[in-house]
């Protein structure tokens, strides 16, 4: 006999002590889960159990669950019979490092962590309470999509989670971490949040799995081939964040968490400003080669200026000709935006601008200003750009940038040619500041470049043509090729030293700290996406 059974028989005679002790029964149940048998099998699967990634994630019993008592009421294939408490997911609401976060967590061992109704109920409680709340939503997926034994009624579920993720979209941050085969809506529902985590080699997404691929297309493909990390954090650019094991993981999920406002009504924490805001930089004089044409390493440039050398970077594996990423400068959080020279000599090209435009997009709506570092040759020309859309997505950079209106500031590093130095938020499409250093190249196009289109047909004519050439290089150069074109015409506010470039910034951020804005009238925008 179950224990609700039991109570229904002894209700009359038996004692309060009586019935905490049988709901203490009913809630080990409940924190036990399925058992001893699927527990292994999760383990061996490589993939912690649903409340060892809570113990994890949240501050030490700080979790507080929310229907663990809930249970399917679906009929027909054997459904009746199997109707375990919690019903695949459980729910609730933690602290990580003292600040509320609200929580969903598959439960992979139940049905495959499949979402049928009460399963989706559960979480449409959750991400309300969030949404109410002005809390974080975190969700651990581990999970098999819809649960084809309750029909429609889990795409309905999944249909009332996109909706409800898209209302907070701006308002909360969404966090889902991928930690198991995640497909259908559970691959879906993650795609619509601000942040995507993926374990290696045991985390999947993907729309339909391998069964299905194979039986439609008759093509093989192993879970990870079709939609593992690997994938997923350097070809789609759908994960922003891949670990290696699921501890790694849930510690970074929690340093973000760290850096991130409870919502867009609040500001990043900030943290002890125990890194000297006037510190000079002085490697920076050594890391940028002046010639524009050598590579560095563009994150050296950043580790330099933000606080401790940290920077918490987006999308590592996918669009490395971009960087983009948070950080602190004298203790207030900070998004960076960065041309990469290291990575196709830092052109923007379809991904880069996609990646950065997002990530643009992200910091505006939650409050946190944007430092933006340029040394850009361009957009990378060809036909697989522009046949592949370019001009579209170029435009979802420059849409983000041209509607930002959290703190601005360019610092120009080295080169800042044409159409991708306007598009890296220029002073004239709203940054609020915009810094060159001395040695910098901010021009149409570079000078050989520049010189063969205005000067082709008198090079041509020239008794000695190349001599005609490297004489006219020259004179573009010494014309048009510095930041002094740019400051006297207000286009750029200041030419500063390199190595004043950390408290420039620190300065400059501190002014702009109450900047406000006065927003058009409208339902919203129409952002080319
Ligand atoms: C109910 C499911 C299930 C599902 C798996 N299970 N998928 N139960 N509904 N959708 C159950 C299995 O029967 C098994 O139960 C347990 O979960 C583990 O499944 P396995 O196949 O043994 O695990 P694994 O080999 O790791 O493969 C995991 C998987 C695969 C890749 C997720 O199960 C799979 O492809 N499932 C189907 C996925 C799918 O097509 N979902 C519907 C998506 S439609 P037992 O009891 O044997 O342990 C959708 C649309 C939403 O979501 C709307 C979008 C716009």
């Known amino acids: ?63 507080t669950e929310v229907e663990g008592l809930r249970r399917h009421r679906a009929s027909g294939f054997g459904m009746e019979a199997r109707r375990p408490y919690g019903d695949g997911v459980v729910t609730g609401w933690g602290t990580i490092e003292g600040r509320t976060v609200f929580v969903y967590a598959h439960d992979f061992r139940i049905f495959g962590g499949s979402l049928g109704e009460a399963h989706a109920q559960k979480i449409h409680k959750i991400m309300d309470m ?25 795409l309905a579920g999944y249909g009332g989670i996109f909706q409800r993720s898209v209302r907070a979209s701006g308002v909360i941050p969404q966090i889902s971490v991928i930690m198991g085969p995640c497909a259908g809506g559970a691959a879906y529902s993650p795609a619509l949040t601000d942040f995507v985590f993926m374990v290696r080699d045991t985390a999947q997404m993907f729309v339909t799995g391998p069964d299905v691929v194979e039986a439609v297309t008759g093509e093989k493909v192993s879970h990870d081939e079709l939609g593992g990390a690997g994938v997923h954090g350097t070809m789609t650019g759908v994960a922003t964040f891949v670990s290696d094991d699921e501890i790694t993981c849930l510690e970074e999920v929690r340093h973000l ?11 990043p924490p900030e943290a002890p400003a125990d890194d000297p805001e006037d510190r000079l930089c002085e490697a920076l004089l050594d ?10 390493d563009m994150r050296d440039v950043v580790a330099e200026v933000v606080d401790h050398g940290d920077l918490v970077e987006f999308h590592e594996g996918w669009a490395a000709n971009i ?53 850009v040759p361009g957009f990378l020309p060809g036909t697989g750009q522009e046949h592949g859309g370019v001009i579209r997505h170029g435009a979802k950079l420059l849409y983000a940038y041209c509607a930002a209106t959290v703190p601005r500031i360019q610092v120009i590093v080295r080169k800042a040619y044409g159409g991708a130095y306007i598009v890296m938020d220029s002073r004239s499409i709203g940054a609020d500041l915009s810094f060159a250093w001395p040695s910098n190249e901010i021009a149409v196009m570079g000078a050989d470049g520049a010189a063969n289109v205005i000067f082709r047909k008198e090079i041509a004519a020239a008794p000695d043509p190349e001599a005609r050439r490297a004489e006219r290089i020259a004179e573009y150069r010494e014309e048009l090729m510095h930041p002094y074109y740019a400051v006297e015409r207000g286009l750029v506010d200041d030419v500063i030293d390199p190595r004043e470039t950390r408290v420039t910034l620190a300065r400059s951020l501190a002014m702009l700290r109450t900047k406000s804005a006065v927003l058009p009238q409208r339902k919203h925008g129409n952002p080319p996406m």
């Open 1 to 63: 006999m179950t224990a609700v059974e039991e109570r229904k028989v002894e209700t009359a005679t038996r004692s309060m002590r009586a019935y905490t002790e049988e709901l203490a029964g009913i809630q080990e149940s409940v924190r036990v889960g399925p058992g001893d048998q699927a527990t292994r099998q999760q383990h061996a699967r490589g993939k912690m159990t649903v409340r060892e990634r809570l113990g994890l994630l949240l501050d030490d019993g700080s979790f």
């Open 257 to 267: 968490v760290s850096l991130l406002p409870a919502s867009n009504q609040e500001f």
């Open 287 to 296: 890391i940028v080669p002046a010639d524009p044409n050598r590579p560095y």
């Open 323 to 375: 960087v983009c990423g948070l950080g602190r400068i004298a203790g207030h959080v900070v998004g960076v935006v960065a041309n990469q020279p290291m990575s196709f000599a830092g052109v923007l090209d379809i991904s880069a601008s996609e990646k950065a435009a997002r990530f643009v997009q992200f910091c505006d709506a939650f409050n946190i200003p944007l430092v933006t570092f340029v040394d």
């Open 130 to 154: 969030a949404y109410a709340a002005g809390a974080p939503l975190i969700g651990l997926n581990d999970g098999a999509g819809a649960r084809i034994q309750e029909g429609v009624t889990g």
